[in-house]
């Protein structure tokens, strides 16, 4: 927290912080101890709030009424990585839960009046271009606030870079200007009143296989809002509830 706060502090003296618990599964513990970590994070000064991203089959009632008693008093989101809403594909990746797992942590999240995030992966094995933008109308139809998109990457150890070793036919890797275009048809099809919080996820350099676009994040968001104006296009303008 210290770390965090002394990056951004120089440049924003008024800042207001949210404690993000980001990598791995932040909910995978005993209460009590989620407990105590959640509450020294909040305990911080200038923290008004949380942001935990876990997955959508590690979450219990409990926890989530637990949340729900934060919700009243601070800023609370549970960001669930969905990855895919087509259950062939979360079985091939090993994924661990259908998609029925993940709407129903969703739902029983935002029924608490907690705010929900969500990832999506665009280009997994076996995803045809209709098939990543159905995800975009089933995803409309969720009470998420907010949702980070992000381009497949084949990272170095993993299963996936030894598949794509012996199957390279199983994957599509995009270019670059191929993806801008994927990710403004499926923004186009996203409900308008659901956050885009981030169109691609970059792995470190040492680590990352394929795609090598060599943009940034920002410059990868000015590329996308360029082609936007391009194409007259914007979020939901094909959205049907």
């Not at 739902?107 to 705010?115: L, V």
């Not at 943009?215 to 104006?229: G, V």
Request: glycine share 6%; charged share 25%.
């Amino acid at each position: 927290m210290e770390e965090g706060i002394a990056f951004f502090h120089h440049k924003y003296k008024a800042q207001l912080y949210l404690a993000y618990f980001q990598s791995y599964t932040n909910t995978y513990d005993s209460l009590n101890n989620l407990k105590a970590i959640y509450e020294e994070a909040l305990s911080y000064p200038n923290v008004i709030g949380l942001v935990v991203g876990t997955r959508p089959d590690c979450v219990s009632e409990e926890l989530l009424d637990y949340f729900a008693g934060l919700a009243k008093k601070y800023y609370v989101m549970i960001e669930y990585g969905i990855e895919s809403t087509r259950d062939e594909t979360l079985l091939f990746i090993n994924r661990g839960h259908d998609y029925a797992c993940a709407e129903k942590a969703i739902r029983d999240t935002a029924s608490r009046g907690i705010r929900v995030g969500a990832h999506i992966i665009l280009g997994l094995p076996g995803e045809e271009r209709e098939t990543i933008l159905s995800h975009a109308d089933i995803l409309s139809q969720l009470p998420i606030s907010v949702l980070k998109i992000h381009q497949l990457q084949l990272v170095r150890g993993t299963k996936m870079a030894l598949q794509f070793i012996e199957h390279p036919e199983w994957f599509h890797l995009y270019t670059a200007n191929e993806y801008i275009d994927l990710a403004i048809d499926f923004v186009e099809r996203m409900n308008p009143d659901i956050a885009i919080e981030r169109f691609v996820s970059q792995s470190p350099k040492e680590l990352l296989i394929a795609p090598e676009w060599g943009l940034k994040n920002f410059e990868f968001t000015a590329k996308i809002e360029k082609r936007l104006t391009e194409r007259n296009a914007w979020q939901g303008r094909l959205f049907s509830k």
